[in-house]
Structure formats: structure tokens, C-alpha cells
């Protein structure tokens, strides 16, 4: 079964601390996408990052980062010195080839709220 | 300005009422998609399309009916069938609908909150 898991619910941080996002994911396929998503207060998801099964490298983008582990099926994310601005819901993604419709499907975990407080 | 457009932001709909969702695109996508958002948890596909006249279900399709007469366009039917509609609603799109060793990233609209009175 193809599955993401965001066991943390709701993050709340004071401003400029580091926060760490999980994600764990399932699959059976060796090829595959996981993804990262914005959802601002305003509803419109806003693509952070997408790493594809076969790239293990981290990732830094500013103040973030990603920590992709095969062996643990985790694509985790850290903020680094947190802002308000950050204060958002965060989703993690699996993309899979659907062979019954011949397509990519995106799977969502259930989203984590983080609240940066000023 | 390319992009996503989804209209209304806001739906108020009476219990046993259709009511339709807009979405349109100018990005010259292939395929489009419509995500289901509630409280607490992810988004769950209700149907997709890849090329003109032609859609298949997702993942929550009951109560739900779409059309795709146009590349620009996916509307979304919420019908009375539908027993708990009351959600975020988004649309997303994307070029070709991708192949096993590749992945077209899906790009999302704004959204519209249907509540049902």
C-alpha cells in the first residue's frame, strides 16, 4: 500500500528555533517522488521541494532543509530559525506510477500546522 | 500571468442543490485534477484527466461528476449525492500525465471553500 505518515498534528514554536517536520512514507515501487507543500493561511499549496527514489542527497534551500533516508522511508524537513512568516500547514507527498490509469497519483499525509510564535 | 484559477473562492449551496466549481488553466496543461481538502487531513483525489473528453475517478468519486470539453477547463459537479460536501475544494494541473520514470509536478489553484447550509 502507498502511504504517508505526518504523526505530528500541530507544531508550535517561538520565533528564530529550529523545527524539525517528519514525514514517513510506504511503498512497493523502487521509483518514486516524495514532495513537500506549503498551505499559507490563504489555502493555495505552494511546492517547496521534490526528490525522486534515487537521490539520497540532502537538500538546503536557505533557511531549509531535507533529510531524504531510504533506509527509514523518512523525507524529513528543518527550518532553521523559524519565522512568523513560516506559520503555515505542511504536507509531505508520494508520487507512484498508477498502472490502472496509466498516471502519476500523489498521495498526501494528513498535513502538519506549525504556529511560529513572534 | 499563467496559472490557476478557480472560482468561487467562497460556495454556499442548500442541502439537495448541484452546484458547479470552476477551474481554469493557462498553462497549457494536459491534465488536470480535483483534490478534496477536509479539517485535519490531507487531500484525497476525486477525479482526474488527462487529455480532452476523457477523465477517470480518483479516489472519492461518488457524489461528484466532472466534464472536459475543453484543455482550459475541469469543472467540478458537486451533486446531492454527495452526502458530505462541506470541504476545501482544489484544483491542480500538470503536462502530460507523466510515465513510470518520470514525474510532471502538479501545480494548484487557490481553491474554493464549499459550505452547505
Known amino acids: 500500500a502507498q502511504k504517508v505518515t505526518q504523526a505530528q498534528t500541530e507544531i508550535s514554536v517561538v520565533e528564530k528555533e529550529d523545527v524539525t517536520l517528519d514525514c514517513v512514507y510506504e511503498?512497493?515501487?523502487?521509483?518514486?517522488?516524495l514532495f513537500w507543500y506549503k498551505q499559507p493561511p490563504s489555502g493555495e499549496l505552494v511546492f517547496l521541494i521534490r526528490r525522486n527514489s534515487f537521490d539520497e542527497q540532502n537538500e538546503i534551500s536557505g533557511r531549509y532543509s531535507w533529510n531524504f533516508q531510504k533506509s527509514t522511508s523518512s523525507f524529513n524537513f528543518t527550518i532553521t530559525a523559524s519565522q512568523v512568516v513560516d506559520s503555515a500547514v505542511y504536507f509531505c507527498?508520494?508520487?507512484?506510477?498508477?498502472?490502472?490509469?496509466?498516471?502519476?497519483?500523489?498521495?498526501f499525509g494528513t498535513g502538519t500546522l506549525l504556529a511560529v510564535q513572534p | 500571468d499563467g496559472g490557476i484559477t478557480q472560482s468561487p473562492k467562497y460556495l454556499f449551496r442548500k442541502e439537495g442543490q448541484n452546484v458547479t466549481l470552476s477551474c481554469e488553466q493557462n498553462?497549457?496543461?494536459?491534465?488536470m485534477y480535483w483534490y478534496r481538502q477536509d479539517p485535519g487531513q490531507g487531500l484525497r483525489l476525486i477525479y482526474y484527466?488527462?487529455?480532452?473528453?476523457?477523465?477517470q475517478k480518483g479516489d472519492i468519486a461518488e457524489g461528484y461528476s466532472v466534464s472536459r470539453e475543453k484543455k482550459e477547463s475541469f469543472p467540478l459537479t458537486v451533486t446531492s449525492a454527495q452526502k458530505n460536501p462541506t470541504a476545501f475544494y482544489l484544483c491542480a494541473s500538470s503536462i502530460a500525465g507523466g510515465s513510470y520514470s518520470s514525474y510532471n509536478e502538479q501545480f494548484f489553484g487557490p481553491g474554493t471553500r464549499l459550505t452547505v447550509l
Open positions: 498553462l497549457n496543461h494536459d491534465a
Open positions: 484527466s488527462q487529455i480532452v473528453n476523457d477523465f
Open positions: 507527498a508520494l508520487s507512484f506510477w498508477y498502472y490502472g490509469g496509466a498516471t502519476n497519483k500523489l498521495i
Open positions: 511503498t512497493r515501487d523502487t521509483t518514486y517522488y
